[in-house]
């Protein structure tokens, strides 16, 4: 068989299963920690029930995906994993998902690897929403799975200090919502309002423009300029603020 025969064939079936994303629309990539339950329970020395070490190195590793290549407009990170919204016009790699969800997820792994010193990975998934009312929607979801998240996490590792087995813990929480959580938690001494914003529902990253006075190295001329500039949202807001805050930033940077 000729070589160009071959590789015609064998490409058409790399690409059969290549599915791109629809042209309309915004695109957000969720990546997610592979096997992070042994590493942040059983590999890494980390505090109980968080680990301020870890959301930091999440951070760091969401500030170098905003800046992988594809234009990132918001990042956020809560507990394991890392949403990106893409650019509305944004086409890198024609929107093929295959390609997007591998470059991000080896992107992530990298880069939490050398935050952390240990090997560490992601794997990641592509939703395609409407609009950015979509966005907002999508963000207020990951927000408040990371709230309930954080309220359960720290029931449970409030039990297994007092000596109950895990299943216990488990079971002793079992079929109480979130209030009823923070009820628990603050008729024990702590209160899940005194955690620190990013513990509570996670942390956002976006490129507002900010002013910038420069000056003009030819005429010594003061002008007042706007730059992008990679900024944390902080505290980040919460419920209807943080729909707010997500509607201004998607407007003002598509």
């Known amino acids: 068989m000729r070589f160009d025969t071959l590789a015609d064939r064998l490409r058409t079936a790399e690409d059969a299963l290549d599915h791109r994303a629809p042209d309309r629309g915004r695109l957000v990539l969720r990546l997610d ?7 942040t329970k059983q590999t890494l020395p980390l505090a109980r029930p968080v680990d ?17 290549g594809p234009r990132v407009t918001l990042a956020y990170t809560v507990s394991d994993e890392i949403s990106l919204l893409l650019a509305a016009d944004e086409g890198a790699y024609g929107r093929r998902i295959a390609k997007l969800v591998s470059v991000f997820a080896g992107e992530a792994s990298a880069a939490l690897s050398l935050a952390l010193g240990h090997p560490a990975a992601f794997d990641a998934r592509v939703s395609a929403l409407p ?11 990951r927000a408040e799975d990371g709230r309930r998240n954080a309220l359960s996490t720290a029931c449970h590792w409030h039990l297994l200090d007092a000596g109950l087995a895990p299943q216990a813990a ?23 309002d005194a955690w620190p914003a ?4 996670g942390a956002l990253l976006a490129w507002p423009e ?13 002008a007042q300029t706007v730059r992008r500039a990679l900024t944390w949202a902080d505290p980040m807001p919460e419920g209807a603020a943080l729909g707010q805050h997500v509607r201004a930033l998607i407007e003002a940077r598509a």
């Open 33 to 39: 920690g592979r096997g992070f339950t042994r590493l």
């Open 198 to 201: 990013w513990r509570r529902q």
């Open 170 to 192: 488990a079971a002793a929480v079992a079929g109480m919502d979130p209030p009823a959580k923070a009820a628990w938690l603050r008729a024990r001494g702590v209160d899940p």
């Open 131 to 141: 609009d950015g009312e979509g966005v907002i929607d999508y963000l207020r979801w």
């Open 210 to 222: 900010v002013p910038h006075v420069g000056r003009d190295p030819r005429t010594g001329a003061v």
């Open 52 to 68: 301020a070490g870890f959301h930091d190195a999440m951070a760091r590793t969401a500030e170098r995906l905003m800046q992988a």
